[in-house]
């Protein structure tokens, strides 16, 4: 039995024939499929059964909060950004920004220029 997850991609040249490839979400209803068979013992199966449960709620809880922290800190780092801004440093390398007068109108531009190219 072969079981992914996400978007994994399988990376064999030969079709698989002699095991079933599943992703997790369908993992339960072809280990249920397997008792069906007879293969599997009902006491093993329950265990199994316990395990992938476990092991699919964690997954997902896992993901969840992964997912909210990356929001969390695109957030920040966002907040962050604006503050430097504000307060004229630049996000970038730390230096100073100063205003500078082009084309289109003035812009706050690093001190640092030409190695740093931030403008805000
Ligand atoms: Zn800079």
């Known amino acids: 039995m072969v079981v992914f997850c996400h978007n994994a991609t399988l990376k064999v040249k030969q079709p698989i024939r002699d095991a079933d490839v599943v992703h997790i979400g369908n993992l339960l209803p072809l280990v ?3 008792q ?12 199994i059964r316990l395990l992938l449960s476990k092991l699919y709620i964690q997954d997902r809880h ?20 604006k503050l430097h801004i504000a307060n004229n440093i630049c996000p970038r390398c730390g230096g100073h920004l100063i205003t500078r007068i082009g084309k289109g109108g003035s812009f706050k531009g690093c001190s640092n220029y030409p190695k740093c190219r931030f403008i805000a």
């Open 32 to 34: 249920a499929s397997k």
């Open 62 to 81: 896992a993901r969840k909060i992964q997912s909210q922290n990356h929001i969390r800190n695109i957030k920040s780092s966002m907040e962050e950004r």
């Open 36 to 47: 069906a068979d007879e293969r599997l013992t009902k006491f093993r199966m329950e265990k």
